[in-house]
């Protein structure tokens, strides 16, 4: 079955320092994949998406995401952390040939000061 | 507008009323999907609709639940006789589709509702 996982329900990280909110996924073929944001009380925003091309993606807020073919990985990344980056972040996966997403539990990321 | 927009923002209903809950997409948009997010959830997907195709209704939970588009730009998603397990973040999002898309979601802000 198709299946997109993050395996943390919470990441705890201090401002300054590097972060990574870890995703993997179970898809049939060369999926498009996806992180969002929801910041508390708002609806989801997109941050960035792997369509092909170069493994690490860049996106909006200095975040990045790599892509790891062999491992089925897209694990979001940012080298500073932010209080303000706390939120719930979910990854998500598309089948190139199909509309629906599939996605991933979310991970709260709380960044403390 | 120049986002998805919902309302209402909050709804509080009793146990058994109907409720609707509405969704304005982004101004050419052909693509609309309800998700209901429960607290601390994920997405659950509930119902897509893509232009004049018949929408996909595979995630609607029960024949309480139901929707519509008209005139392909807003939707109404329908709650007959509401359950407290009805509570729930209710989010719209919008797309555009074109072949080989590879487009985001736009979301609103989402319904809450409460079923006492």
């Known amino acids: 079955a198709q299946s997109v996982a993050q395996p943390e329900d919470q990441v705890n990280v201090a401002e300054g320092n590097p972060l990574t909110v870890k995703c993997t996924y179970s898809?049939?073929?060369?999926?498009?994949l996806f992180w969002y944001v929801q910041y508390p009380n708002r609806g989801l925003q997109f941050l960035l998406k792997y369509i092909t091309g170069d493994n690490l993606v860049k996106g909006s807020y200095g975040f990045e995401a790599e892509f790891n073919k062999s491992q089925t990985s897209f694990h979001l990344k940012k080298p500073s952390a932010l209080v303000s980056d706390s939120a719930l972040y979910f990854c998500?996966?598309?089948?190139?040939?199909?509309?629906?997403?599939?996605w991933g539990a979310g991970t709260k990321l709380i960044i403390k000061p | 507008g120049a986002g998805v927009s919902q309302s209402p923002s909050n709804k509080v209903t009793e146990k058994g009323k109907d409720v609707e809950l509405r969704c304005d997409p982004i101004?050419?948009?052909?693509?609309l999907y309800w998700y209901r997010q429960s607290l601390g959830q994920g997405l659950e997907f509930l119902i897509y609709?893509?232009?004049?195709?018949?929408?996909?209704k595979s995630g609607l939970p029960s024949d309480r639940f139901s929707a519509e588009r008209t005139g392909g730009s807003v939707s109404t998603l329908t709650i007959q006789r509401t359950q407290q397990e009805d509570s729930a973040v209710y989010l719209c999002?919008?797309?555009?589709?074109?072949?080989?898309?590879?487009?985001?979601?736009?979301f609103g802000e989402g319904s809450r509702l409460t079923v006492l």
């Open positions: 101004s050419g948009h052909t693509a």
């Open positions: 609709f893509q232009g004049n195709s018949a929408p996909d």
């Open positions: 998500a996966v598309r089948e190139r040939s199909n509309y629906q997403l599939i």
């Open positions: 999002a919008s797309s555009l589709v074109r072949v080989a898309n590879t487009g985001e979601l736009f």
């Open positions: 898809v049939s073929g060369n999926p498009y």
